[in-house]
């Protein structure tokens, strides 16, 4: 199994970059994945998104579909376009240290 190396932690990764222990992320490891996805900074409203993204992982085993969180996590779907340009669900599950969620190409 991959791994990369986060605010000098080595972690599990699958072959999308995706963590496989969401245990093992921390929030300094999301700057650091936020810049490799194109965010250069991570403001309160994309923290709003990756800690929604986690609770719901913690919950229910996976993280919501860009629908569920236009609905639920209090960020409308235009702005989480706005915030996570090159996907909402994918790119907020990966900068929160989550599995991909079910249903992102």
Known sequence: ??????????????????F????????????????EAGIDTLTDRHWIVIRFMREQYAAKGTGPTVRVLGKTSGVSV??????FPKGPAKTAAKIAGIPKPRGCI
């Open 20 to 35: 496989t222990d969401p245990a093992r992320w921390t929030e300094p490891m999301a700057e650091q994945i936020a810049k």
């Open 78 to 83: 235009k702005e989480l376009y706005q915030l």
């Open 1 to 18: 199994m991959p791994t990369t190396t986060y605010a000098g932690s080595a972690v599990p990764v699958d072959d999308e970059g995706f």
